[in-house]
Antibody, heavy 121, light 108 residues
Framework: EVQLVQSGAEVKKPGESLKISCKGSGYSFTSYWIGWVRQMPGKGLEWMGIIYPGDSDTRYSPSFQGQVTISADKSISTAYLQWSSLKASDTAMYYC??????????????WGQGTLVTVSS | EIVLTQSPGTLSLSPGERATLSCRASQSVSSSYLAWYQQKPGQAPRLLIYGASSRATGIPDRFSGSGSGTDFTLTISRLEPEDFAVYYCQQYGSSRFTFGPGTKVDIK
């Protein structure tokens, strides 16, 4: 069974750093891209970026380039999303999602349960 | 960047009724790269439709997708109580993914 299990909720202060994780299981982790999606409170879905754990090829949405860092450790089948200096506006639910491995179609077929990040002084 | 617009913002219907949700793109989108997701409160999104019209694994056949170019539609033929949720369209193009703002289907 394919599963993406994300790390638990975080409460941080502005200016602090944070790294959240997404562990894949039940499939070949290195063969599928993993994407990150932000959902601010009461709002819609925003694509942040994507990584291919097989070679760490990473792409960012222009809206998030320079604001976050996406990485992966294929030895432990885990992808990461990190911030060096959090802002209150980073308060949101963050989802990881597996990009389908399909030569014709493009979609996110499995999603993590989400990690709620709260940034408040 | 391709912008997706969804309408209506909210659709108020009764169980058993038909729901028609629209997704319009600011420029032409490959049908292969158009997907629909369902999100219920407190849950992660779930893939419903990919390739504009193909149902994902385990999705009931009351859900169907259609369209091409800049206009796409998600239809729920007869609403079940568990279908009241928010629905997002999503596209991939120019090495970017974008989501529409969502349509909320609520109980009338």
């Amino acid at each position: 069974e394919v599963q993406l299990v994300q790390s638990g909720a975080e409460v941080k202060k502005p200016g602090e750093s944070l790294k959240i994780s997404c562990k894949g299981s039940g499939y070949s982790f290195t063969s599928y891209w993993i994407g990150w999606v932000r959902q601010m409170p009461g709002k819609g879905l925003e694509w942040m970026g994507i990584i291919y754990p097989g070679d760490s090829d990473t792409r960012y949405s222009p809206s998030f380039q320079g604001q976050v860092t996406i990485s992966a450790d294929k030895s432990i089948s885990t992808a990461y999303l990190q911030w060096s200096s959090l802002k209150a506006s980073d308060t949101a639910m963050y989802y990881c999602a597996r990009r389908g491995n399909d030569e014709v179609y493009d979609y996110f077929d499995y999603w993590g349960q989400g990690t709620l990040v709260t940034v408040s002084s | 960047e391709i912008v997706l617009t969804q309408s209506p913002g909210t659709l108020s219907l009764s169980p058993g009724e038909r729901a028609t949700l629209s997704c319009r793109a600011s420029q032409s989108v490959s049908s292969s790269y158009l997907a629909w997701y369902q999100q219920k409160p407190g849950q992660a999104p779930r893939l419903l439709i990919y390739g504009a019209s193909s149902r994902a694994t385990g999705i009931p056949d009351r859900f169907s997708g259609s369209g091409s170019g800049t206009d796409f539609t998600l239809t729920i033929s007869r609403l079940e109580p568990e279908d009241f949720a928010v629905y997002y369209c999503q596209q991939y193009g120019s090495s970017r993914f974008t989501f529409g703002p969502g349509t909320k289907v609520d109980i009338k």
